[in-house]
């Protein structure tokens, strides 16, 4: 699939924060009013390189963000909850990597994922990222468990 990342619009984000995740509720952006507000935000979507990712049709199929700390790119990203689970992961994730390679030329790659979300790590994986520190974050009103990992760039 060919992917289209562009600053997220207004619309773009209200429609992202409508997305529901019937087995990862945890994702869903109204879990966290924080999480919400940022997403809502344009000035924090601009500070955090917050782009909708567009499919051929022009739809809407996911968001990704990154920014760079020295020489890490740390990014996170999600796809449309019905696109969740068809093996588009990996492919979703890459096409970004590379381009942050190419225009950034980062050392590594960051990310923190849910420590329950097996699904995302085992995708992380497969791409290279490995286990660098399990931490307890609060969010959705609770703490939860959350693993960073990392891999060369």
């Given amino acids: ?29 109204t879990a966290d009013d924080d999480d919400l507000a ?7 979507r601009e500070e955090h390189g917050t782009q909708a990712v567009l499919d051929e049709e022009k739809s809407l199929v996911g968001f990704f963000g990154f920014k760079m700390d020295e020489s890490t790119a740390e990014f996170g990203l999600g796809l449309r909850s019905d696109l969740t689970g068809r093996g588009l992961g990996l492919e979703f994730m890459n096409t970004r ?48 468990d959350f693993i960073e990992m990392r891999r060369p760039a």
Avoid: C
């Avoid at 619309?11 to 994702?27: G, I, M, N, S």
């Avoid at 940022?38 to 924090?44: G, I, T």
């Avoid at 225009?103 to 286990?131: C, K, M, W």
């Fill in 97 to 144: 990597l590379d381009f942050i390679f190419e225009s950034h030329t980062p050392d590594a790659f960051q990310l923190q994922v849910a420590a329950f979300n097996e699904r995302a790590i085992r995708v992380y994986e497969r791409a290279g990222f490995q286990r660098t520190r399990e931490y307890r974050h609060k969010t959705n009103n609770s703490e939860w």
């Fill in 1 to 29: 699939m060919n992917y289209t990342f562009v600053p997220m619009n207004d619309e773009q984000a209200r429609a992202v924060a409508a997305w529901k995740y019937d087995d990862y509720a945890f994702y869903n952006w």
């Fill in 38 to 44: 940022e997403l809502l935000d344009p000035v924090q």
